[in-house]
């Protein structure tokens, strides 16, 4: 977790040497745009960066490519040297960023060249301080330290790069040779308490030693050297001006990056929009990006740069046919991107097609001659990607259709119902979750037949303009005027229902009902809405519809009482309408959808209750109890289905529940978060 | 899971088994190829599968295919040759197989009568050779084999110590080859026994049957899909078995910080918790992709006899009275039996030839197809809203499924599993923090994708590496300048941006160059009649850019003002004659 690179230190120098020209000479008919050959006349006309300049300039470069490739996760430091070190910025997230440091060396601003010559300027102030700034731990480290994982886990290695430049070897040495006894004193002062910062379990310092364009330097470049267990150490000399290649090859090591050449992008010429030209934007990213989509019958085509001294892997733009980014492709990884030349006008091209939304599949030749398109950029939330894409074959290359297999012949399934549920519960990004928000379950219907085969209610839904409503109501939480407006949907279905209706059914091919049918549809129609309500029931209210449907039924002969000779005498009750006065009173509220008046309802129910083996008297008195009772239920019983035992809390075990469910599913036994 | 069958042709597998006239090894191996192909086709064909015959070469018979008919033709031409070379037939499989990508679980099914083969080519001279040489780049392939998953259906009885000697090299060969595999052999009967009493007279253990178990014990341990439950919502037809094929492989996680590395397998129930568009989703990179079929419980009887069982079963499905969910079924059961046609009903009205089709339909017993499935509408549904379901597939483990349709339109429901951890997929954030609309705060909105911090190539970064990239900045500068006053403010903004850079970098001489730049075009415009504020602010700009007093970050150069300060106005006269000196 805790890699070499997740710490990296610049030590700049800032001593008065670095105030002199890189003797790299800018034309200034050059920044005008003229040819340059008008313009051979040399003196002041021309202009060059300092060293420190091109110290700044690149080491900066390096982390723009740190910070876009691994936002957040690898951290750079500044330190700025001549007679103290000067902190340009810290591990903490808000000073790791690209504006923060150029702001910060607008301070720091060129080393004065009158300055004097003094043994005070030096660059080793900068590398104790680097030392010192390795100790400190980065928000990760002081996060996992205060989780209480162990001191000895938290791996604490750094690197730390030194733009400097030595006189020779030999005072190169004893650079190298401070530095190696200053991270040692480090160490034993982290050791002992009070513990002043993380043991630094090894550092590799690369030095970089610069000179003016066309100088030889009096010291040898050297590859990695073990110095200690410690300390590794390398050392570069190097023109100014070559300073950012330099560093462009040493940060491919640096973070295992690979650089990928798009080639053949078509592009309108800057003077003449009408041709157009084709050129190539390098790129890095992680080396991943090629190693996982590597198999044993190809391989990615590499090619050097001209003035590069590393390899780059071309791969064939291919114009996109459609807005393709939201097609999925099979993806074996996705890593962030940058372009080698970020302010270059192809670089910036290709960036602005890839942040409007389109994606680019990139071609690679097989060996076999056709072509494979290996990986494809875009990008998504304004940072692109390189997708590395699967191109060996897959044993899931076929589908198997899911018409041919269970359930692939059935063609009545609530497919258009689901979608719309669908969209109502289409995620968004959150920025704190409450864990008492419902989640998918309760959000989704207790009650969802497959196919319109297996239900009556939504089969009839699209035909009966007013049962939406009602279905509606059933699953919301009910409140007494919603009550009795189902009460009254209750009361017409039974109406319809002893009037003989049939209900407009479709799946029928034209034919009548056979007369038991006629029968069997409201039957089915009582038995289904009953479950409907029994697993939504919330509310005193669900109970209260429950009751009269189920008396319902049982006036229909349906009921668990199966006492199909009630049917007769309802019918004749039905001839003669009663007018209870007491639902009037109940319920004066405006009723829009249903035509007859509650107080038929009333009566009907209470006709239908007389159904059953009890007196007129009975049912009567029973109504009137059942109307003076209607005090709130124990809740629980309300939504406790009959015949269990109902539960206390039943909000509050929910969530407990689901967790412990799901982790004694996943068997591991994990206390619910938050 | 691409499998490759490979079956020893060697002249010993000619011979006879002993006490079972009527097979010769070949013959047994035959029998259990067309077994294995009976199982495949019973799991729905998934399989690709290749064929080879071994002997001193390894021949490729049929290759990769899902038409398991080629195979078993090709299986009955096999004619036995020479010796067996196993190793050969190991390096062909390389080669075979290279076409797959490393995302595929790759399977050798061997059909062989163990025999060890002579001389060098044998595997114990192989076992010679190859020790201490592990490395070496000759054996180079041996480590793509140790990705492969192989199987051995040893053929032979436990009697013959030929064979029993030869299982105990096989074995060998896999350990010190690091291979991963296993030798199917027909179980030791009387193990104490066995060596003393075993009798040839006795009909011997291996035959058709032997075979047979075999082929099941090896599709019970290498050829089983994974079996979870899919829950889609709270009623209980929204739950459902279904298969994962192919199964899921366990992930390996490796230890961080204290936590020690272990072997994660996706849990046994995977639950829907929301819908996203697939263009939020985009294309993420998945561990492993997957179908979701559902399952069909098979019943335990051979395909024979299936067909008499349908017929003697009732029409109506039995219900189970202790289910929960008994009255749910039984409803439904009775809304399907009131939209079929009753066939007592038709039979009496006599109705056309076109209501007796219906009546078969109805009273026979449904077919899988015919059953309902929450996979296919799953699919139906998440194919109409081009949407996909996350699904959580363990702690702080997700996937997505979603309606996937390959290059011959044909579609069915896929899951694709993603990197264990919440946030895998950075344009849709952290997944356990993803709700629903309803969920916002009041006033508050959310959308995909979640945008991420400004990278360089979104702003407009300076770089001055390249001295082109240096130029295109200046000039812009320039090019503003010539259409001031018009550009004013554009002029400005650029020259402000530079002047940061540059200072920044400690850039200093550039600061120089642009004022005398600056002057020079001030100059120029002038000879060509420019208009008169143009010439004023260039003065200005460049007297500004010289003032050592600007070189601070808070300080920004600001258009000349008409009549303004008479200050400013006195320096930029002095800077015009300054301007001349050039």
Not at chain 2, 14 to 27: I, K
Not at chain 2, 189 to 205: D, F, G, L, R, Y
Not at chain 2, 557 to 566: C, D, F, L, T
Request: glycine share 6%.
């Amino acid at each position: 977790m805790f890699e070499r690179n997740q710490k990296t230190i610049f030590v700049l120098d800032h001593t008065r040497y670095f105030s002199i020209a890189s003797e790299e000479y800018i034309s200034m008919d050059f920044l005008k745009g003229k040819p340059s050959a008008h313009s051979s006349a040399g003196g002041s006309s021309q202009f060059s960066k300092s060293l420190w300049t091109c110290a700044c300039e690149s080491s900066i470069e390096y982390c723009r490519v740190v910070w876009d490739l691994f936002p957040g996760k690898k951290h750079v430091r500044f330190i700025v040297s001549d007679t103290a070190a000067h902190i340009v910025n810290t591990w903490s997230a808000s000073t790791q960023n690209m504006s923060h440091v150029m702001n910060a060396m607008v301070m720091v601003g060129v080393p004065s060249r009158s300055m004097p010559q003094s043994s005070d300027y030096s660059v080793i102030h900068g590398l104790r301080a680097a030392i010192e700034a390795l100790a400190e731990p980065t928000d990760e480290q002081s996060q996992a330290m205060a989780s209480g994982v162990p001191d000895d886990l938290i791996l604490n290695e750094g690197r730390v790069i030194c733009i400097t430049s030595a006189r020779d070897n030999t005072s190169m040495k004893s650079l190298e040779d401070i530095f190696n006894t200053v991270l040692i004193q480090q160490n034993v002062l982290s050791a002992t308490p009070p513990k002043k910062g993380l043991g630094i379990n090894h550092c590799h310092l690369v030095i970089l030693n610069i000179v003016p364009l066309g100088i030889d330097s009096m010291v040898t470049n050297r590859n990695l050297l073990e110095i200690s267990p410690l300390l590794d150490v390398e050392i570069h000399t190097v023109g100014a001006p070559d300073i950012s290649y330099k560093l462009t090859h040493l940060i491919l090591d640096h973070y295992d990056l690979a650089s990928t050449t798009v080639t053949n992008i078509p592009m309108k010429e800057e003077q003449n929009a009408n041709s157009s030209a084709n050129y190539d934007v390098e790129i890095l990213h992680s080396r991943r990006a090629h190693s996982i989509t590597c198999g044993p019958d190809f391989s990615l085509p590499t090619s050097i740069k001209q003035g590069a001294t590393y390899e780059t892997v071309t791969l064939k733009w291919c114009t996109p046919r459609g807005c393709g980014s939201a097609d999925l492709q099979p993806c074996l990884g996705q890593f962030l991107v940058t372009p080698v030349d970020v302010t270059s006008r192809p670089s910036s091209c290709l960036i602005n097609f890839l942040l409007n939304g389109r994606s680019v599949l990139l071609e690679m030749p097989r060996k076999t001659g056709s072509k494979a398109t290996s990986h494809m950029l875009s990008a998504r939330g304004g940072e692109i990607f390189i997708h590395s894409l699967c191109i060996t074959r897959s044993c899931m290359d076929e589908a198997p259709s899911i018409a041919d297999g269970p359930g692939g012949r059935v063609n009545d399934y609530r497919t258009s119902e689901l979608g719309q549920l669908m969209k109502m519960s289409r995620m968004v990004p959150l920025k704190s979750r409450d864990p008492a928000a419902p989640n998918l379950p309760r959000r989704l219907p207790r009650y969802f037949p497959l196919t319109t085969t297996s239900t009556v209610l939504f089969h009839l839904q699209r035909h009966l303009s007013w049962l939406p409503h009602f279905l509606h109501l059933l699953v919301k939480e009910m409140d007494k005027q919603d009550e009795v407006r189902c009460q009254q949907h209750i009361h017409e279905l039974y109406k319809s229902a002893s009037r003989g209706d049939v209900l407009p059914f479709t799946h029928t091919n034209g034919a009548r009902l056979k007369p038991h049918k006629a029968k069997d549809q409201y039957r089915l129609l009582y038995r289904e809405l009953e479950q409907l309500i029994q697993l939504n029931a919330s509310t005193v209210h669900h109970k209260n519809l429950l009751e009269s449907l189920q008396t319902l039924r049982a006036a229909y002969g349906d009921a668990p009482s199966k006492s199909e000779a009630g049917t007769a005498n309802l019918r004749s009750f039905t001839e003669s309408p009663l007018s209870p006065e007491r639902l009037e009173a109940m319920s004066n509220v405006s009723i829009s959808s249903s035509t007859n008046s509650n107080s038929l309802l009333k009566a009907s129910k209470r006709r239908m209750s007389n159904c059953g083996t009890r007196s007129l008297l009975d049912i009567i008195s029973s109504a009137e109890r059942s109307q003076s009772n209607k005090r709130l239920d124990f809740s629980g019983r309300i939504c406790t289905p009959i015949g269990q035992i109902a539960k206390l809390y039943p909000d509050f075990g929910n969530k407990e529940k689901d967790a412990a469910a799901a982790a004694a599913a996943s068997g591991v036994g994990v206390a619910p978060k938050e | 899971m691409p499998t490759i069958i490979a079956v020893d042709a060697s002249l010993s597998m000619l011979r006879p088994v002993p006490g079972r006239n009527e097979h010769t090894y070949l013959s047994l191996a035959t029998k259990g190829i067309q077994h294995l192909l009976d199982n495949f086709t019973a799991a729905g064909k998934l399989e690709h599968l290749a064929l080879i015959s071994y002997t001193t070469t390894a021949e490729l018979k049929v290759d990769f295919t899902r038409d398991y008919d080629q195979i078993r033709q090709a299986v009955k031409k096999i004619e036995t040759v020479d010796k067996a070379c196993l190793l050969t037939m190991l390096k062909t499989s390389v080669s075979i197989m290279s076409t797959w990508g490393a995302q595929n679980l790759l399977q050798l099914v061997v059909f062989t009568d163990c025999g060890l083969g002579f001389g060098t080519t044998s595997i114990s001279g192989f076992l010679e050779t190859y020790a201490g040489k592990e490395a070496d780049p000759e054996y180079a392939w041996l480590r793509t084999v140790a990705n492969y998953n192989l199987n051995f259906i040893c053929l032979g009885l436990h009697s013959d110590q030929y064979f029993t000697r030869a299982l105990v090299m096989y074995q060998q060969l896999l350990d010190a080859a690091l291979l991963k595999g296993q030798l199917f052999m027909t179980p030791v009967k009387n193990p104490e026994t066995n060596e003393a009493t075993s009798t040839p007279s006795h009909k011997s253990e291996l035959g058709r049957t032997a075979v047979f178990e075999l082929i099941e014990r090896l599709c019970e341990t290498s050829y089983k899909s994974t079996e979870v439950t899919l829950k889609c919502g709270s009623y209980f037809r929204m739950e459902a078995p279904v298969l994962l094929w192919p199964p899921t492989t366990p992930y390996e996680q490796p230890a961080v910080l204290g936590v020690e590395a272990e072997v994660r397998q996706i849990d046994q129930r995977i639950d829907v918790c929301g819908f996203l568009a697939l263009s939020d989703i985009g294309s993420p990179a998945t561990l492993s992709r997957h179908w979701v079929l559902p399952k069909v419980e098979r019943e335990k009887t051979s395909r024979r006899s299936a067909g008499m069982a349908a017929v003697a079963k009732p029409a109506k499905l039995t219900l189970d009275t202790s289910n929960p969910n008994y009255e749910l079924e039984r409803l439904e059961q009775d809304i399907r039996e009131f939209y079929a046609k009753d066939p007592k009903d038709t039979e009496e009205s006599g109705d056309d030839a076109d209501v007796t089709i219906v009546l078969k339909h109805s009273s026979g017993p449904q077919t899988e197809q015919q059953k309902e499935c929450l996979c296919v509408l799953l699919h139906g549904a998440l194919k109409m809203e081009n949407m996909a379901a996350l699904v959580r597939v363990g702690e702080k483990w997700y996937g997505f499924m979603y309606a996937f349709t390959d290059a011959k339109k044909k579609s069915n429901l896929m899951l694709n599993i993603l990197p264990p951890g919440s946030n895998v997929i950075p344009w849709l954030g952290d997944l356990e923090l993803l709700g629903f609309t309803e969920d916002l705060a009041p006033g508050e909105t959310a959308s995909f994708p979640v945008r991420a911090d400004r990278r360089s190539y979104s702003q407009s970064s300076v770089v001055w590496i390249r001295q082109a990239s240096l130029q295109s900045d200046v000039q812009k500068v320039l090019r503003h300048a010539k259409k001031m006053p018009d550009k004013t403010q554009h002029f400005y903004k650029e020259l402000n941006r530079i002047r940061r850079a540059a200072l920044a970098l400690g850039f200093v001489e550039l600061l120089e160059a642009l004022a005398m730049l600056l002057e020079k075009e001030c100059a120029h415009l002038t000879l060509n009649g420019a208009s008169n504020e143009c010439t004023v602010q260039l003065q200005h700009a460049a007297t500004e850019l010289r003032k050592t007093s600007n070189r601070d970050i808070k300080s920004t150069i600001v258009p000349h003002q008409k009549g303004g300060v008479p200050d400013a106005s006195s320096s930029a006269a002095v800077a015009s004659t300054a301007g001349y000196m050039y």
